[in-house]
C-alpha cells in the first residue's frame, strides 16, 4: 500500500554498540508504517581500549555508516528526526569528541541515551509489538554494551533497569580471541547472574508476567534454535535448548572450528558473550523459556517522537517529583523560574535561542537548584548536580541530564567558558548563555523575597542584556548591587554586556 501523499515522514536510528540502524517510517491519520530500514555492523564497542578510549578504526567504521544514514535521511526534518546513541557512547572517555564528529557526519543531533531511558524506550517498542494491553510484560534486551531488563502493566514501565554487561564485552572478557573454554562460560554465566542480583528481588515479587526477548542476541538465539532443531518449533528461547547449544559448542577450542546453522557471520564474534548473558539472566529469573520480539530500541524512539508533547510533561513530572523528593522549597523555585523564563523571554530571539528546547531547560533548572540543599548547604550547587547526573530522570536523555546537571552546578561561584571546553561545540553557546540568565535570576532571589520587584528587560542586539529597576530601588539594596557587578563581570568573559540601572 503506497503512502498518502500527505503522510508525515519520522525517522529513528540507533546507534548501538555491535550495530547502527535507521528505521524510516511514514505516519498519517494516527497509522505508523516501516517503509525503509537499513543495518551496519559497525562493531563500536570493539574499539574500546581497557582505559575506554575509542580507537580510530572504530571511529571511521562508525563514520563511514553515518554517511549513508546522512543520504538516506536527506529532506527529512531536524524534528522528525530522532537520534540516539547507546553504551558505547556512555562510557567511551572522550564522548563530546565523538559526538562532535558523528553529529558533523550525520547532520542531525544525536542524543546520548542514559541506560534507564535506553530501556524505557526498548519498553515502549516492545508492548507496541506485542500488544495485549494490561498484561505484565518483562522483557530482557541484550545489547552489544548493556543489557535493559523492564517490566510494566501499561505504557510506562514499572521497572526499568540497564545494566553494565553486553554480547561485546562479555566476548572480549571471558573469551578472548574467540577461545572457547567451559570454565570461561561457566564464569561468564555466573558473573552475569551476578550483575542481575540487585533486582532480581524486585522481579520475582512481581505476578507472572509474558516474557519477551528483544535485539540481536535473543532474534539470534531464536534463529539457531530452529535450524539446529533444539526448539520444538514453537520460536521460543528454551532455557533447556541453551543448555544444550552450550555443552555442544564446548566440545570445540575455538570459535572457528565450528558452523551454527542460523548464525550470521556477523554475530560469531558476540555470540558466546551473549549466550552466556541469557542463560544467566534466565536462570536468576527462573525462566524456562521466553518469545522474541520484533520491537526494541528503534520503535520506541519513532513512537516517543511522534508523542513528543507527551515526553515533555513526562519531563515536568520528573522534575517536580524530584523536587519534593529533596524538600526544595517550591515558592522560592518557582520565584527563580518565573524570572529566568521572563529574561529568556526577552532575548529568546536575539539570542538564538530555541523556546522549546531551552526554555524548558532553564525552567526546569531553576526548579531544581536548590536540590543539592538536601545533602549540604555547603557547595550546594555541587551536590546538586551530582544529584542529577547520578538518578534516574524519566524522560531525559544522558545528554538532557547532563545539561541540566550543568545549568544547577554553574549557576553560583566560578564560572569561565573553560567549565563548557567539554560539551560539544554546538551546546557551548546556548548553555552558557543560558547559566548566565539562571545566575541572575537566582542573584536577583537572593532574599527570598517575595515581593522582589522584577526588572524590566530587553536584549542588546545578540550581546547582552539591560534590566532597569524602579528609581532608587538599587540604593537601598547595596548587597544586590554587589551580586549585579560581580556577574557583569563573569558576564563579560563571555562577550555578553549586562547593563542595569
Known amino acids: 500500500m503506497a503512502s498518502s501523499a500527505n503522510a508525515r515522514l519520522v525517522a529513528a536510528v540507533d546507534l548501538g554498540s555491535n550495530s547502527f540502524h535507521l528505521v524510516l517510517a511514514s505516519y498519517d491519520g494516527g497509522a505508523l508504517r516501516v517503509i525503509d530500514r537499513l543495518k551496519e555492523r559497525v562493531f563500536l564497542a570493539d574499539g574500546l581500549d581497557s582505559k575506554y578510549r575509542l580507537d580510530e578504526d572504530a571511529m571511521e567504521r562508525a563514520m563511514q555508516c553515518l554517511r549513508q ?61 506485542v500488544g495485549r494491553e494490561q498484561q505484565r510484560l518483562w522483557n530482557i534486551d541484550i545489547g552489544g554494551g548493556s543489557t535493559e531488563v523492564v517490566s510494566g502493566t501499561g505504557a510506562e514501565p514499572e521497572i ?100 551454527l546453522p542460523g ?91 530555541d523556546r522549546s528546547e531551552h526554555r524548558p531547560l532553564l525552567d526546569w533548572a531553576a526548579r531544581l537548584h536548590e536540590l543539592g540543599l538536601a545533602v549540604r548547604h555547603t557547595g550546594f550547587h555541587r551536590h546538586g548536580a551530582y544529584l542529577l547526573q547520578n538518578s534516574n530522570l524519566a524522560g531525559f536523555s544522558h545528554s538532557e541530564a547532563e545539561l541540566l546537571a550543568r545549568l544547577v552546578r554553574r549557576h553560583r561561584q566560578s564560572f569561565e567558558p573553560r567549565h563548557l571546553d567539554d560539551l560539544r561545540a554546538a551546546d557551548r553557546e546556548p548553555l552558557a548563555r543560558l547559566i548566565l540568565l539562571l545566575r541572575f535570576a537566582t542573584r536577583l ?33 547595596p548587597m544586590t548591587g554587589v551580586d549585579l557587578e560581580n556577574e557583569e563581570r563573569i558576564w563579560a568573559g563571555f562577550g555578553l554586556e549586562l547593563r542595569y540601572a
Not at 532571589?445 to 524590566?456: L, T
Not at 542588546?460 to 537601598?476: A, H, K, N, T, V
Open 69 to 129: 544514514f546522512r543520504q538516506r535521511l536527506e529532506g527529512i526534518p531536524a524534528h522528525d528526526v530522532r537520534t540516539a546513541a547507546t553504551n558505547t557512547f556512555r562510557v567511551t572517555l572522550e564522548p563530546a569528541d565523538l559526538l562532535a564528529r558523528a553529529e558533523a557526519e550525520l547532520g542531525y543531533r544525536i542524543e546520548i541515551l542514559s541506560g534507564e531511558e535506553e530501556a524505557r524506550l526498548i519498553y515502549a517498542g516492545v508492548r507496541d509489538d
Open 160 to 259: 526499568a533497569e540497564s545494566l553494565r554487561m553486553g554480547s561485546s564485552s562479555w566476548a572480549r572478557r571471558f573469551f578472548p580471541m574467540g577461545r572457547i573454554r567451559s570454565k570461561a562460560m561457566s564464569r561468564a554465566i555466573l558473573a552475569a547472574r551476578h550483575e542481575l542480583a540487585p533486582i532480581v528481588p524486585s522481579l520475582l515479587d512481581l505476578p507472572p508476567a509474558l516474557v519477551t526477548g528483544s535485539s540481536g542476541t535473543v532474534l539470534s538465539m531464536a534463529r539457531i534454535l530452529e535450524e539446529t532443531k533444539l526448539t520444538d518449533g514453537d520460536g521460543s528461547v528454551h532455557l533447556k535448548a541453551l543448555h544444550k547449544l552450550r555443552k555442544d559448542i564446548q566440545r570445540f577450542d575455538h570459535l572457528d572450528d565450528f558452523q
Open 263 to 353: 548464525l550470521k557471520a556477523g554475530r560469531r564474534g558476540t555470540f558466546l558473550g551473549g549466550l552466556a548473558i541469557l542463560i544467566g539472566v534466565m536462570e536468576s529469573l527462573s525462566l524456562s523459556s521466553l518469545s522474541p520480539s520484533n520491537g526494541a530500541l528503534r520503535e520506541g524512539i519513532l513512537l516517543d517522537l511522534l508523542g513528543r508533547r507527551d515526553l515533555k510533561h513526562r519531563r515536568a513530572s520528573t522534575v517536580a517529583a524530584l523536587g519534593a523528593r529533596y524538600s526544595v522549597d517550591p515558592k522560592q523555585a518557582a520565584r527563580v523560574a518565573q524570572t529566568a523564563c521572563a529574561l529568556f523571554d526577552a532575548v529568546q530571539e536575539k539570542w538564538c535561542l
Open 445 to 477: 532571589h537572593r532574599g527570598r523575597n517575595s515581593g522582589m520587584p522584577r526588572p524590566a528587560a530587553s536584549d542588546i542586539d545578540s550581546q547582552g542584556l539591560e534590566l532597569r529597576f524602579p528609581d532608587g530601588w538599587l540604593e537601598e539594596h
